[in-house]
């Protein structure tokens, strides 16, 4: 797999992961900044060490690394770089169709070194088992470069595949946790998707969003694993929550201060419904939406948060039960008296 020509190349977890040298030499070369900030997702932050060292040796520059959470292209710091004096951020990990978001942030990929052949001939034969011919082929930023190689072998293997066709900043075949225009908009013309990469968290969505039969392509592990019915129970789990929901006389609503988080119109929309609908609303903002901090607040029967989709949705540990904005939506319909709907058919989950 050529990435280019000069990459550094980590392990972790007995996994290789290349990060592009060159892509970091190129956006310092042409900006000349004088402070730079790094970040990472938490699994690349010890890497992110090394290359903030050998940046401030090779280019005498000062480097600042963020040490928060960074979960993805949503969870950057551009509104903070001013005052940090930072004249660019480098984020490593995440990927899109562009390399600037924002002001400030410069995106780096880190792709996995992993060979995807033996556990496509596995989906083949497993495939072939069910009758299934034309397939969808989507993945995360960690894969990028991987895609098209993955679907021409496919292709040789007898498939009929289509690569995912993204909107706004994502790439052709990219999803995110939230965002599933890739898969939707050529949901019509496959019979199933493959998701490939190992995170049941995206291909859950994948197949929830798309309402196909949905396979997990893990090359770490070398297994393909159907994930539909784990999206079935998944779907059961959310759907509960919105009925705990629905004896709340309070709620609370919060909104994230994350730049790619902030649902503010959201947040508002779901208030002024609940409102009509006669129960209390407070409005909360918080950075990191966790237990630890809701478990502070008495007198709030349930929440809804509009930030990410996934915290309400994957994070059990919640006292009170936890809605994400298109479960918040599924509960003004039951509580209006009207059918709960589908709260998963939309390629945006905000
Ligand atoms: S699923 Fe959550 S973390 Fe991932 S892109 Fe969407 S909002 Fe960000």
Redesign the pocket.
Known sequence: MKLSRSVKRFTVLEVSIIISQDQIDEIIQRERPRRIGLQAPDGLINQVLNIANDISKRYGVETIILLDTT?????INNLDARRLGLDLIINIGHSLRTQKIGSYTYLVSAEYDVDFRNVLEKTATLLKKKGIKNVGVVTISNHKSQIDTCISYLNQLGFYTEKGIAEGPLFDGQV????FYSARNISDKVDAFLFLGQSRFHALGVCLSTRKMTFMVDPFFNEVVDITEEAKLFERKAILSIYKAKDASSFGVIMSLKE??FFRNQALEVKEELERLGRSVQLFSLREIRSDRLKILKGIDAFIET?????ALDHEDFDKPMLSYQQAMGLIRLLKGQDIGDVFNYPF??
């Open positions: 979960w993805g292209t949503c969870d995110f946790g939230c965002n790619g988080q930030a990410c989709p996934r915290i989950w905000v």
